[in-house]
C-alpha cells in the first residue's frame, strides 16, 4: 500500500487492461501516445466505480471480484468505449 494509507485499485486494473487492449491487434491503428494512453485511463476511470483498499488483503478482494469473466466484461466494455472516444477526438498536440 502507498504511504498515504490508501488506493483506488480500480486504477491499477484499468492501467493494466488499457495497456493490454491497446497491444492487441483490435486497436492496431489507435494512438498510444503517453497523452492519448492516460485519457483513455482517465475517461474510464470517470465511468467506473472507485474501489479503494487500505491493505493488501483488500486489494487482493477487489482482484478476484473483478477477476470474473462478467465484471472483467463490464470494465472492457468501458474502457473500449474510452478508446474509441479517444481515438476520434484526441487532445495530443500535432
Ligand atoms: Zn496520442
Known amino acids: 500500500m502507498e504511504t498515504r494509507g490508501y488506493k483506488n485499485i480500480m486504477e491499477e ?22 497523452k ?19 491493505t493488501q488483503e483488500n486489494r487482493q478482494r477487489v482482484y478476484e471480484s473483478y477477476n470474473q469473466p462478467s465484471m472483467r466484461k463490464w470494465v472492457n466494455k468501458r474502457i473500449i468505449s474510452s478508446l474509441h472516444i479517444v481515438n476520434k477526438y484526441p487532445q495530443h498536440k500535432g
Open 36 to 54: 492519448c494512453r492516460n485519457d483513455v485511463i482517465a475517461l474510464s476511470l470517470n465511468s467506473l466505480p472507485p474501489q479503494y483498499a487500505t
Open 13 to 34: 486494473i484499468v492501467e493494466v487492461l488499457v495497456v493490454t487492449l491497446l497491444a492487441g491487434p483490435e486497436y492496431q491503428t489507435f494512438c498510444k501516445c503517453k
